[in-house]
């Protein structure tokens, strides 16, 4: 199965202590992106990838390509645009305990200006899959109307396509944009994914269940999942519901688990595995994830995911080495 994903990827600059930024003296520099850590994910799961997103001219653009290759996604789509490759800042700890803040440095970077004509219609050839999430529409106008041309060709030649709304509140803060600026490609989805909250950030106030539902009126997903956090995730289907608890592990570095969750649910999934053992992997993903420093670095492959979920399930008297 060969996965496209479409969306913007940045240097990331993470600090080696917690605190407020500017008291920090020392960043470690990595490659993240949310599309970019799934598609990393699915890759190290055995899929066919492909990555469409654009970089600037520029040393951070190299090294985000270059990165991507060594996780054997095609990369020969990747636009080098005339503008910057974006860069984020990861605070750690703080004002929240255990919470990451990011401060992003993107508006008018080279992927904030890639448009419709910039997509290679050779590139939907041989794929079964088309990932995004809400991050990309989000970032410009003619990233949204881009979004929606890659949505458009893929429904055309019946390619599954999976929406992971992953609001970012300080690209939608306001609840009314966000569900303007998500509707389409919630509308457009085969498996939607989301989490406890974004559904909060776009049904402010009602229970989990009643938040879906809402969900539910705009989409024609067969699937959609709810991640839990630490309470784990759910799948709702038109008749049934499957929920599966959290793996209890110490967080080192929140981000990216949700990405670790849906790489490895659909890995899961559409290796033919059934709903429940899929959220089983997404959350041991996302628990490993949460693990270690990085996006991308501590993505899990098959042998990886089962020694976590057999250590979990008492394996403490096993032997790891
Ligand atoms: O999913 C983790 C990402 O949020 C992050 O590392 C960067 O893609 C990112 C974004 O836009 O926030």
Known sequence: MRVLGFGEVMVQLNPTSKGPLRHVNLFEKRVAGSEANVIVGMSRLGFETVFLTSVGDDEFGKCITSVLSSERVETKYIKVGKSFTAV????????????????????????????PDDIAQDIFDGIDLLFISGITPALSESCYSASKRMVEVAKERNIKFVFDTNIRKKLLPDKEIAIKTLEFFIQKADILLTGMGDLEHMFPGFELDTQVKYLREFTQADIVVVKMGQEGSRAYE?????????????????????????????????????????????????AIVVGAIGDIEPLPNW????????????????LLR
């Open 88 to 115: 984020y800042f990861v605070q750690r700890g703080f004002p929240v305990p255990g919470k990451t803040d990011v401060f992003y440095y993107r508006r008018g970077s080279a992927f904030s200006q890639f448009t």
């Open 238 to 286: 038109r008749n049934n519901l499957y929920e599966v608890s959290s793996f209890k592990v110490e967080v080192v570095d929140e981000l990216g688990a949700g990405d670790a969750f849906d790489a490895a649910f659909l890995a899961s999934f559409f290796s033919g595995r059934a709903i429940n053992e899929s959220l089983l992997y997404g959350n041991a993903a996302g």
């Open 303 to 318: 042998k990886e995911l089962e020694m976590f979920i057999s250590f979990q399930k008492g394996g403490e008297g096993k």
